[in-house]
Protein backbone atom coordinates (compact mmCIF):
# COMPACT_ATOMS: atom_id res chain seq x y z
CA UNK A 1 0.00 0.00 0.00
CA UNK A 2 1.28 3.46 -0.86
CA UNK A 3 1.02 6.19 1.60
CA UNK A 4 0.91 9.47 0.38
CA UNK A 5 0.08 12.08 3.51
CA UNK A 6 1.46 15.42 2.45
CA UNK A 7 -0.55 17.32 5.14
CA UNK A 8 1.42 17.44 8.92
CA UNK A 9 -0.61 17.08 11.65
CA UNK A 10 -0.47 19.87 14.31
CA UNK A 11 1.29 17.32 16.25
CA UNK A 12 4.15 16.82 13.35
CA UNK A 13 4.12 20.44 13.05
CA UNK A 14 5.00 21.45 16.64
CA UNK A 15 7.78 18.72 16.03
CA UNK A 16 9.19 20.01 12.93
CA UNK A 17 9.02 23.63 14.60
CA UNK A 18 10.79 22.69 18.12
CA UNK A 19 13.65 20.83 15.60
CA UNK A 20 13.95 24.34 13.73
CA UNK A 21 14.46 26.07 16.85
CA UNK A 22 17.47 24.63 18.70
CA UNK A 23 16.51 26.37 21.72
CA UNK A 24 13.25 25.99 22.70
CA UNK A 25 12.11 24.89 25.67
CA UNK A 26 9.06 23.19 24.09
CA UNK A 27 6.52 25.60 26.52
CA UNK A 28 5.06 27.59 24.16
CA UNK A 29 4.88 24.49 21.95
CA UNK A 30 3.13 22.65 25.33
CA UNK A 31 0.32 25.63 25.29
CA UNK A 32 -0.42 25.12 21.34
CA UNK A 33 -0.98 21.24 21.89
CA UNK A 34 -2.79 22.40 25.01
CA UNK A 35 -5.28 24.66 23.47
CA UNK A 36 -5.67 22.20 20.57
CA UNK A 37 -6.94 19.65 23.32
CA UNK A 38 -9.50 22.04 24.93
CA UNK A 39 -10.65 23.28 21.48
CA UNK A 40 -11.38 19.76 20.63
CA UNK A 41 -13.59 19.04 23.14
CA UNK A 42 -15.23 22.36 23.15
CA UNK A 43 -15.90 21.48 18.98
CA UNK A 44 -17.78 18.65 20.32
CA UNK A 45 -20.31 20.27 22.59
CA UNK A 46 -20.74 23.39 19.97
CA UNK A 47 -21.54 20.21 18.36
CA UNK A 48 -24.35 19.30 19.99
CA UNK A 49 -25.23 22.67 20.87
CA UNK A 50 -28.71 22.35 18.89
CA UNK A 51 -29.78 19.34 21.05
CA UNK A 52 -29.61 21.65 24.17
CA UNK A 53 -33.58 21.97 24.30
CA UNK A 54 -33.88 18.33 24.34
CA UNK A 55 -30.80 17.37 26.67
CA UNK A 56 -31.87 19.93 28.61
CA UNK A 57 -31.96 24.29 28.80
CA UNK A 58 -28.78 26.02 29.83
CA UNK A 59 -28.41 26.58 33.54
CA UNK A 60 -31.33 23.54 34.20
CA UNK A 61 -30.59 20.33 35.47
CA UNK A 62 -31.07 17.36 32.22
CA UNK A 63 -32.75 14.03 32.24
CA UNK A 64 -29.70 12.45 33.16
CA UNK A 65 -29.64 14.74 36.43
CA UNK A 66 -27.06 16.75 35.63
CA UNK A 67 -26.73 20.50 35.45
CA UNK A 68 -26.30 21.85 31.92
CA UNK A 69 -24.09 24.56 31.69
CA UNK A 70 -23.83 27.45 29.55
CA UNK A 71 -21.31 26.54 26.46
CA UNK A 72 -19.42 30.33 27.10
CA UNK A 73 -19.06 28.93 30.86
CA UNK A 74 -17.98 25.05 29.69
CA UNK A 75 -15.87 26.64 27.26
CA UNK A 76 -14.05 29.01 30.20
CA UNK A 77 -13.92 26.21 31.98
CA UNK A 78 -12.16 23.67 29.52
CA UNK A 79 -9.57 26.08 28.73
CA UNK A 80 -8.73 26.66 32.18
CA UNK A 81 -8.41 23.17 32.99
CA UNK A 82 -6.38 22.20 30.52
CA UNK A 83 -4.06 25.49 30.43
CA UNK A 84 -3.85 24.67 34.05
CA UNK A 85 -2.88 20.97 34.57
CA UNK A 86 -0.03 21.39 31.23
CA UNK A 87 1.77 23.25 33.26
CA UNK A 88 3.33 25.14 30.40
CA UNK A 89 1.04 28.24 31.49
CA UNK A 90 0.99 30.79 35.04
CA UNK A 91 -2.42 31.92 34.80
CA UNK A 92 -5.01 32.98 32.59
CA UNK A 93 -7.41 36.48 31.84
CA UNK A 94 -10.64 35.21 30.45
CA UNK A 95 -13.99 37.17 29.46
CA UNK A 96 -16.01 34.62 31.68
CA UNK A 97 -13.74 35.87 34.73
CA UNK A 98 -14.18 39.29 36.78
CA UNK A 99 -10.38 39.08 37.91
CA UNK A 100 -7.42 36.82 36.83
CA UNK A 101 -6.90 33.39 37.78
CA UNK A 102 -3.30 32.51 38.79
CA UNK A 103 -2.43 28.58 38.52
CA UNK A 104 -0.53 29.08 42.30
CA UNK A 105 0.85 25.83 41.63
CA UNK A 106 4.96 25.20 41.93
CA UNK A 107 5.09 23.61 38.18
CA UNK A 108 2.77 26.82 36.52
CA UNK A 109 4.59 29.01 38.83
CA UNK A 110 7.89 28.30 37.37
CA UNK A 111 6.66 28.77 34.01
CA UNK A 112 7.21 31.82 31.55
CA UNK A 113 3.96 32.22 29.76
CA UNK A 114 0.18 33.54 30.51
CA UNK A 115 -2.67 33.17 28.20
CA UNK A 116 -5.49 35.91 27.41
CA UNK A 117 -8.71 33.70 26.09
CA UNK A 118 -12.09 35.08 24.66
CA UNK A 119 -13.00 31.46 25.41
CA UNK A 120 -16.26 31.26 23.30
CA UNK A 121 -16.83 34.35 21.13
CA UNK A 122 -20.07 35.25 19.17
CA UNK A 123 -21.84 33.42 21.92
CA UNK A 124 -25.28 35.09 20.47
CA UNK A 125 -25.09 32.90 17.12
CA UNK A 126 -25.12 29.51 19.02
CA UNK A 127 -28.70 28.93 18.85
CA UNK A 128 -29.09 29.87 15.19
CA UNK A 129 -26.27 27.40 13.92
CA UNK A 130 -23.44 30.30 12.56
CA UNK A 131 -20.02 29.70 13.60
CA UNK A 132 -18.61 31.02 16.46
CA UNK A 133 -14.90 30.71 17.88
CA UNK A 134 -12.49 31.26 20.46
CA UNK A 135 -9.74 33.97 20.36
CA UNK A 136 -6.34 33.84 22.56
CA UNK A 137 -2.84 35.62 23.12
CA UNK A 138 0.10 34.95 24.64
CA UNK A 139 2.47 36.89 26.17
CA UNK A 140 5.97 36.25 28.16
CA UNK A 141 5.35 37.31 32.20
CA UNK A 142 6.76 40.15 33.39
CA UNK A 143 6.83 39.21 36.70
CA UNK A 144 8.97 36.77 38.89
CA UNK A 145 9.03 33.30 37.66
CA UNK A 146 8.70 30.96 40.38
CA UNK A 147 5.88 33.43 42.24
CA UNK A 148 1.92 33.33 40.71
CA UNK A 149 1.87 35.80 38.03
CA UNK A 150 0.18 39.35 38.12
CA UNK A 151 -1.89 41.91 36.67
CA UNK A 152 0.96 43.63 34.84
CA UNK A 153 1.60 40.46 33.18
CA UNK A 154 -2.06 40.99 31.27
CA UNK A 155 -1.52 44.63 30.64
CA UNK A 156 1.20 44.27 28.58
CA UNK A 157 1.11 45.77 24.83
CA UNK A 158 -0.23 43.40 21.88
CA UNK A 159 2.90 44.02 20.15
CA UNK A 160 4.53 41.94 23.00
CA UNK A 161 2.57 38.89 22.45
CA UNK A 162 4.58 36.06 21.83
CA UNK A 163 1.78 33.91 19.79
CA UNK A 164 -1.94 34.32 19.15
CA UNK A 165 -4.69 32.46 17.40
CA UNK A 166 -7.98 31.45 17.21
CA UNK A 167 -10.37 28.44 16.58
CA UNK A 168 -13.63 28.91 14.60
CA UNK A 169 -16.78 26.27 14.76
CA UNK A 170 -17.78 26.28 11.41
CA UNK A 171 -18.58 24.58 8.83
CA UNK A 172 -15.43 22.77 9.89
CA UNK A 173 -13.43 23.52 12.71
CA UNK A 174 -10.19 25.37 12.28
CA UNK A 175 -6.83 26.56 14.40
CA UNK A 176 -5.40 29.08 13.42
CA UNK A 177 -2.38 30.06 14.89
CA UNK A 178 0.03 32.90 14.59
CA UNK A 179 3.89 33.46 15.98
CA UNK A 180 6.08 36.02 14.57
CA UNK A 181 7.18 33.44 12.17
CA UNK A 182 4.02 33.11 10.39
CA UNK A 183 -0.03 32.66 10.49
CA UNK A 184 -0.75 29.04 9.54
CA UNK A 185 -3.94 26.91 9.87
CA UNK A 186 -5.11 23.94 10.87
CA UNK A 187 -8.63 21.99 9.91
CA UNK A 188 -10.34 19.39 11.95
CA UNK A 189 -9.98 16.35 10.64
CA UNK A 190 -12.96 14.67 12.56
CA UNK A 191 -11.94 10.83 10.63
CA UNK A 192 -8.88 10.88 13.05
CA UNK A 193 -9.72 13.27 15.39
CA UNK A 194 -6.51 15.60 14.29
CA UNK A 195 -5.96 19.14 13.24
CA UNK A 196 -4.05 19.25 10.14
CA UNK A 197 -2.48 21.79 8.49
CA UNK A 198 -4.88 22.86 5.60
CA UNK A 199 -3.85 26.36 5.09
CA UNK A 200 0.21 27.01 5.71
CA UNK A 201 1.48 30.65 5.58
CA UNK A 202 -1.60 32.30 5.50
CA UNK A 203 -1.11 35.93 3.85
CA UNK A 204 -3.98 38.98 3.76
CA UNK A 205 -4.52 39.80 0.44
CA UNK A 206 -3.50 43.13 0.60
CA UNK A 207 -7.21 44.84 -0.89
CA UNK A 208 -10.28 42.96 -0.78
CA UNK A 209 -14.12 43.72 -1.80
CA UNK A 210 -16.00 42.82 1.73
CA UNK A 211 -16.71 45.43 4.22
CA UNK A 212 -18.17 44.25 7.71
CA UNK A 213 -19.70 46.11 9.70
CA UNK A 214 -23.06 46.75 12.43
CA UNK A 215 -25.00 48.96 9.58
CA UNK A 216 -28.18 49.42 12.03
CA UNK A 217 -25.36 51.57 14.00
CA UNK A 218 -24.78 54.24 10.95
CA UNK A 219 -26.11 57.37 12.58
CA UNK A 220 -24.27 56.47 16.02
CA UNK A 221 -21.12 56.28 14.09
CA UNK A 222 -18.93 59.80 13.82
CA UNK A 223 -18.50 61.40 10.70
CA UNK A 224 -15.10 59.88 9.63
CA UNK A 225 -16.52 56.16 9.71
CA UNK A 226 -20.03 57.31 8.16
CA UNK A 227 -17.97 58.55 5.12
CA UNK A 228 -16.00 55.51 4.98
CA UNK A 229 -18.73 53.42 4.92
CA UNK A 230 -20.51 56.04 2.30
CA UNK A 231 -17.27 55.31 0.28
CA UNK A 232 -17.36 51.55 0.50
CA UNK A 233 -21.00 51.69 -1.10
CA UNK A 234 -19.48 53.36 -4.03
CA UNK A 235 -17.99 52.66 -7.30
CA UNK A 236 -14.48 54.20 -7.25
CA UNK A 237 -11.31 53.66 -10.15
CA UNK A 238 -8.96 53.40 -7.18
CA UNK A 239 -10.89 51.53 -4.55
CA UNK A 240 -12.91 49.33 -6.52
CA UNK A 241 -15.76 49.59 -4.92
CA UNK A 242 -18.77 48.90 -4.75
CA UNK A 243 -17.93 46.07 -2.04
CA UNK A 244 -19.88 43.70 -0.38
CA UNK A 245 -21.55 44.01 3.22
CA UNK A 246 -20.54 40.74 5.01
CA UNK A 247 -21.78 40.18 8.64
CA UNK A 248 -22.50 37.51 11.04
CA UNK A 249 -21.99 38.88 14.30
CA UNK A 250 -19.22 36.94 15.41
CA UNK A 251 -15.72 38.41 14.81
CA UNK A 252 -13.86 35.28 14.45
CA UNK A 253 -16.03 34.49 11.58
CA UNK A 254 -16.16 37.54 9.81
CA UNK A 255 -12.22 38.40 10.56
CA UNK A 256 -11.47 35.01 9.43
CA UNK A 257 -13.33 35.38 6.38
CA UNK A 258 -11.89 38.88 5.37
CA UNK A 259 -8.46 37.94 6.19
CA UNK A 260 -8.41 35.14 3.34
CA UNK A 261 -10.43 36.68 1.08
CA UNK A 262 -9.48 40.02 1.63
CA UNK A 263 -11.28 42.84 3.50
CA UNK A 264 -12.01 45.43 6.27
CA UNK A 265 -13.74 44.77 9.69
CA UNK A 266 -15.18 48.04 12.10
CA UNK A 267 -16.61 47.58 15.30
CA UNK A 268 -16.65 51.53 15.70
CA UNK A 269 -17.49 53.37 18.80
CA UNK A 270 -20.73 55.08 19.33
CA UNK A 271 -22.51 58.05 20.52
CA UNK A 272 -23.97 56.43 23.52
CA UNK A 273 -20.41 53.80 24.12
CA UNK A 274 -17.78 55.61 22.27
CA UNK A 275 -15.43 52.95 23.27
CA UNK A 276 -17.54 50.61 21.19
CA UNK A 277 -18.09 46.67 22.13
CA UNK A 278 -15.08 45.14 21.39
CA UNK A 279 -12.32 44.05 24.53
CA UNK A 280 -8.76 45.28 24.27
CA UNK A 281 -6.74 42.39 25.62
CA UNK A 282 -8.27 38.74 25.05
CA UNK A 283 -10.56 40.24 21.11
CA UNK A 284 -8.66 42.81 19.29
CA UNK A 285 -4.89 42.16 20.61
CA UNK A 286 -4.81 38.47 19.63
CA UNK A 287 -6.45 39.79 16.23
CA UNK A 288 -4.26 42.54 15.58
CA UNK A 289 -1.32 40.84 16.24
CA UNK A 290 -2.49 37.96 13.44
CA UNK A 291 -3.52 40.50 10.90
CA UNK A 292 -0.67 42.04 11.27
CA UNK A 293 2.23 38.70 10.61
CA UNK A 294 -0.50 38.10 7.90
CA UNK A 295 0.42 41.47 6.38
CA UNK A 296 -2.95 43.48 7.20
CA UNK A 297 -3.52 46.11 10.13
CA UNK A 298 -5.64 47.07 12.79
CA UNK A 299 -6.35 50.29 15.08
CA UNK A 300 -8.45 51.86 16.41
CA UNK A 301 -9.36 54.61 14.33
CA UNK A 302 -6.12 56.89 15.37
CA UNK A 303 -3.30 54.40 17.14
CA UNK A 304 -2.28 51.03 16.39
CA UNK A 305 -4.07 48.16 18.55
CA UNK A 306 -0.81 46.43 18.80
CA UNK A 307 1.08 49.81 20.42
CA UNK A 308 -1.81 50.64 22.89
CA UNK A 309 -0.92 50.05 26.53
CA UNK A 310 -4.43 48.28 28.26
CA UNK A 311 -5.71 49.81 31.43
CA UNK A 312 -7.45 47.28 32.75
CA UNK A 313 -8.28 43.74 31.84
CA UNK A 314 -11.95 44.15 30.27
CA UNK A 315 -11.02 47.41 28.45
CA UNK A 316 -13.00 48.15 25.69
CA UNK A 317 -11.95 49.67 22.33
CA UNK A 318 -13.16 50.86 18.76
CA UNK A 319 -11.78 48.50 16.21
CA UNK A 320 -11.06 48.51 12.49
CA UNK A 321 -8.88 45.44 11.05
CA UNK A 322 -8.04 44.20 7.52
CA UNK A 323 -6.49 44.31 4.39
CA UNK A 324 -3.54 46.67 4.33
CA UNK A 325 -4.69 49.04 1.53
CA UNK A 326 -8.25 49.07 3.27
CA UNK A 327 -7.21 50.32 6.11
CA UNK A 328 -4.61 52.81 4.85
CA UNK A 329 -7.88 54.45 3.34
CA UNK A 330 -9.50 53.74 5.70
CA UNK A 331 -7.07 56.16 8.17
P1 LIG B 1 -19.11 37.81 22.69
O1 LIG B 1 -20.01 36.73 22.19
O2 LIG B 1 -17.77 37.24 23.13
O3 LIG B 1 -19.74 38.66 23.75
O4 LIG B 1 -18.73 38.81 21.47
C1 LIG B 1 -19.58 39.10 20.39
C2 LIG B 1 -19.00 40.28 19.67
C3 LIG B 1 -18.28 39.98 18.36
O5 LIG B 1 -18.01 38.66 18.08
C4 LIG B 1 -19.17 40.57 17.29
O6 LIG B 1 -18.43 41.10 16.24
C5 LIG B 1 -19.94 41.62 18.03
O7 LIG B 1 -20.06 41.16 19.34
C6 LIG B 1 -21.31 41.84 17.42
O8 LIG B 1 -21.94 42.87 18.10
P2 LIG B 1 -23.22 43.64 17.49
O9 LIG B 1 -24.35 42.69 17.59
O10 LIG B 1 -23.37 44.83 18.41
O11 LIG B 1 -22.91 44.04 16.08
MN1 LIG C 1 -16.19 38.02 22.25
MN1 LIG D 1 -17.23 35.52 24.66
Known amino acids: MIINRDILTLEEFRKQELRSLPNATGELSNLLRDIALAAKRVNVEVNK ?71 LDGSSNIDVNISIGTIFGVYRRISEKGSPCTVKDFLQKGELQVAAGYIIYGSSTMLVYATRRGVNGFTLDPSIGEFTLSHPDIHCPEQGKIYSVNHGNFFAYNEKVQKYIDACQRKTKESGGPYSQRYTGSMVADLHRNMLKGGIFMYPGTKANPEGKLRLVYECNPFAFILEVAGGAATNGQQKILQITPLSLHQRIPFFAGSKKMMESFT
Open 49 to 119: AGLVDILGETGSVNIQGESVQRLDEFANAEFMAVLQRGVSCAGIASEELDDLVAFNEELCNQSKYVVVIDP
